[in-house]
């Protein structure tokens, strides 16, 4: 079935400094990736949809300058966190759909620690 | 805007007991409608869906009814088994391929 190949799984980082997260859709073309955050025993919310090729769309809320969203071929999307701080520390997922047949495929998440 | 409600957990079973997670929604036209399973430091997998009023999903002994009427998609299986103990959310998205809006999960324990 599809996969998509979320990495690092997890990472500690030191405040101000930046994390890149990649995600990538390993035998399926992925025209939009969307991306998630999500706290301890809480729901997954959604922080901005990505299309290939194009600039993301931002929830409220997110600030786009910090979460940085780069969509540059179907099989690849990144999400920097730039100049992180503790309360970034989180949980993030990020989803494919497929060009195809519009499914959802998640990655398996990046667990996120600003120290 | 779309939301999903789910019944609070954790819900906590003997093995072999019957689950039923309760799900409803609020949405404009005619959204699909997803459960998805969450284990531990991991991912969310689908666990089933239905695009339609009336569809029954149903995967891995776990079913679900897409019910118009009472805007509601709740989860059941006959026997669950330790093995299922995971955080179960309800999502649904209003065309496909579009984004998800996820219910608050449910956490269920199963005790051997």
């Known amino acids: 079935g599809a996969v998509v190949s979320q990495h690092p799984s997890w990472v500690i980082c030191k405040s101000g400094t930046s994390v890149k997260i990649e995600c990538r859709s390993l035998d399926f073309q992925a025209t939009t990736m969307f991306w998630y955050r999500q706290f301890p025993k809480q729901s997954l919310m959604l922080m901005a949809t990505s299309n290939e090729g194009s600039k993301a769309t931002y929830e409220q809320g997110v600030e786009k300058d910090k979460f940085l969203i780069n969509h540059a071929s179907l099989t690849l999307s990144t999400l920097t966190v730039t100049s992180a701080h503790p309360e970034d520390s989180s949980f993030y997922i990020c989803s494919a759909r497929d060009r195809v047949d519009y499914g959802y495929t998640f990655g398996s998440g990046t667990r996120l620690t600003v120290v | 805007g779309d939301s999903v409600t789910q019944m609070e957990g954790p819900v906590t079973l003997s093995e072999e007991a019957c689950l039923t997670i309760?799900?409803?929604?609020?949405?404009?036209?005619?959204?699909?409608l997803f459960w998805y399973v969450q284990y531990p430091g991991e991912g969310l997998q689908l666990l089933l869906k239905a695009t339609k009023a009336d569809d029954k999903g149903s995967n891995k002994g776990f079913e679900a009814t897409y019910r118009k009427e009472t805007t509601s998609f709740h989860l059941e299986k006959g026997s669950v088994q330790v093995s299922d103990s995971a955080v179960y959310f309800c999502a649904l998205s209003d065309r496909p391929g579009n984004k998800l809006v996820f219910g608050a999960g449910t956490i269920l324990r199963v005790k051997s």
């Open positions: 309760n799900c409803t929604y609020t949405a404009t036209g005619y959204p699909s």
